[in-house]
Structure formats: structure tokens, C-alpha cells
DNA sequence: ACCATTTACATCGCACGCGATTGAATCGCG
DNA sequence: CGCGATTCAATCGCGTGCGATGTAAATGGT
């Protein structure tokens, strides 16, 4: 065998990487009906799952930095859908909460994930394996991480 | 059951989106010691794979725009690994090629892929499935996405 | 009670990533 | 041959994403 030199589809990480863009494409449309990118959808669905949750915790439920949530969840509070306040418990801690129009958004996004599902082609149980090994590898790979 | 409301974890989208994160982390140590970023990582690994590609062709294999890619590609010619030239053939596309120094540097990443390979904790079996799920997936997920 | 340390969020700079648009080169059809 | 359509890369605006840093609040050991 004569050296094979690797291509980026030979890379589980490239796999990732680009699996993710071609999800945000397929989301685009469906969230842009709506208003939101796809982060600001993450958030959102963090907060229809738990509403009241500082930054703190929407960074570790969704593995990102305050840096970059701060900005993104002041652009929701600019659209209406959430509000920003300082815990007076602890004035360190911001509370996330939605409003009512953050709340009522759940229902026009209810369809979005059936629509995703449907789109990979994969059957339900498929996904499930393919989700729970593409976790329990991120889990590894953030272990390994630091 | 009560209304399972689900949480990002649930989604088989958010889960790659997530692990594209980790394995950023993962490797940014690594590449910053050669000076590069995850993105410029992959067209090194283009351009390994196959020198002398338009950009046309890397955003093809990358699955990503011009937009994206011209300044990347000013920011490695800049770093002095490859060089930017219009086709004589055709002026309208650009020629992207390794310099001696870009060619050079794939020596210094070879050990990566090993390394992250341990890192994620799944054999080279399972990984290979897993990274061909995936891609399946992101063919149907790009299918429906126009 | 004091002050160093830690925690939590915000700010800044830089690098993606893409849609929309532009501009130049090429193609293709009559 | 002529000229509108198409192709290819570049540019612009906006929204992430993060490391480094800043700042204020809370903590903890003495």
C-alpha cells in the first residue's frame, strides 16, 4: 500500500465539523421563520426545557463561554423573548428568564425537530445510537481536553 | 408520560454541535504549536491530500464559501504557506499551491490524528462506523437542506 | 472586621462562517 | 460575431466562538 495520505472526510473531527454546518443550513430556513439563529435556538430550547437559569448555567448546559453568551442573549432580550436580571441573592449571577413571548415561541418550534429527523434519513433508533456514541465521545474528548 | 420537554442533549444536532466544540479544544494546543487554526488545519490537510486546488475545489472538499475561505487563504499565504495566483487558463479562478514551508509543515502535524484518536476513547472500529454515520447522515442532512 | 482569593459576568480582539452583492472572465446561443 | 447568462472569487455586514482581561461581588482564613 503506497502511503495513503489522509483527506479531510478521513477525520471523525472534519465529520463533526461539517455535519454541523450542513445541520445549521437545514435549520436556517425553519429558524429564520421565526427570527432566531441556531445558538439563539439552543438557548431557547434550554430555557422552554428550564426557564430561570443564569448564564452560568445556559454556558454549562451548552458548553459555551460567557463571552459568547452575553452578547447572543442580549440580542434575545433586545427581540423581547427573554429577560436579563442581576440575582439579588447574588449580584455576581445574571438570571435568565423568558417572557411571555419567549414562552409562547415553543409551540411554532414544535415542528422543527420532527422535520430535522426526518431529513437525516436515519430511523429513530438509529439516531438514539448515533447521538448517544457522538456524546459519550464529546464527554471523552472534553475530558481529554484539559 | 408527562410531556417530556426536551433538553439540547436530546437533539442529535445539538450533539454535534457540541462535539465539534470539544475536538476544537481538543486540538487547539496542538495546532497552535504549528501556528494554525481548526479551519486552516483542514486546507493544510486539502492541500496535503492533493496540492494546486482553486478555491472552488477546497470549498467543495470543505463544504465551505469563498466568503469563508478568501481570507483564511490570505491569512496562510500571509503566514507563508502557500501561495494565491490566477489560472492563466482561466482568470477567473485562483490557484492555490503549497509553498516548500506549507508542504514541509505536514511532518510536524503527523502525530494529531493519533492523538486525538486516543483521546476520543473508542477504537479504531468503532470510530470508523461512527465517522461513516456521520457522514451518511450529513449527505441526506445537505440533500433536504436545498 | 480585614484583605487576598475566588467566582460570575462583561468586554475586547481576532478568526471563522455565510448570505447578499459585486466585478471580472468565460460560456453559450442565436 | 455579439451579448446576455453564468461562473468564480472577493467584499461586506452580521452573528457566533473563544482566550485574555477587567470588574464587581462573594468567600474564607486569620
Chains 1, 2 share one sequence.
Not at 439552543?42 to 459555551?64: F, S
Not at 452578547?71 to 436580571?85: A, H, V
Not at 436515519?122 to 456524546?135: G, K, P, Q, T, V
Request: with cysteine; charged share 25%.
Amino acid at each position: 500500500m503506497p502511503h495513503a495520505v489522509p483527506e479531510p472526510d478521513d477525520f471523525i473531527c472534519f465529520a463533526i465539523y461539517s455535519a454541523g454546518h450542513a445541520f445549521n443550513r437545514l435549520y436556517k430556513p425553519l429558524l429564520e421563520s421565526i427570527g432566531l439563529t441556531y445558538p439563539q435556538y439552543l438557548v431557547m430550547i434550554a430555557l422552554w426545557a428550564r426557564n430561570d437559569q443564569t448564564v452560568g448555567d445556559l454556558g454549562e448546559t451548552l458548553l459555551l463561554e460567557s463571552s459568547t453568551l452575553t452578547p447572543l442573549l442580549k440580542r434575545l432580550e433586545k427581540s423581547g423573548l427573554l429577560s436579563r436580571s442581576r440575582d439579588p441573592e447574588d449580584e455576581r449571577q445574571v438570571r435568565v428568564r423568558l417572557t411571555r413571548k419567549g414562552a409562547g415561541m415553543r409551540t411554532k418550534a414544535r415542528d422543527f425537530p420532527s422535520c430535522v429527523k426526518a431529513a437525516t434519513g436515519f430511523s429513530n433508533e438509529a439516531l438514539r445510537r448515533l447521538r448517544n456514541d457522538i456524546l459519550s465521545m464529546r464527554s471523552a474528548v472534553l475530558q481529554a481536553a484539559d
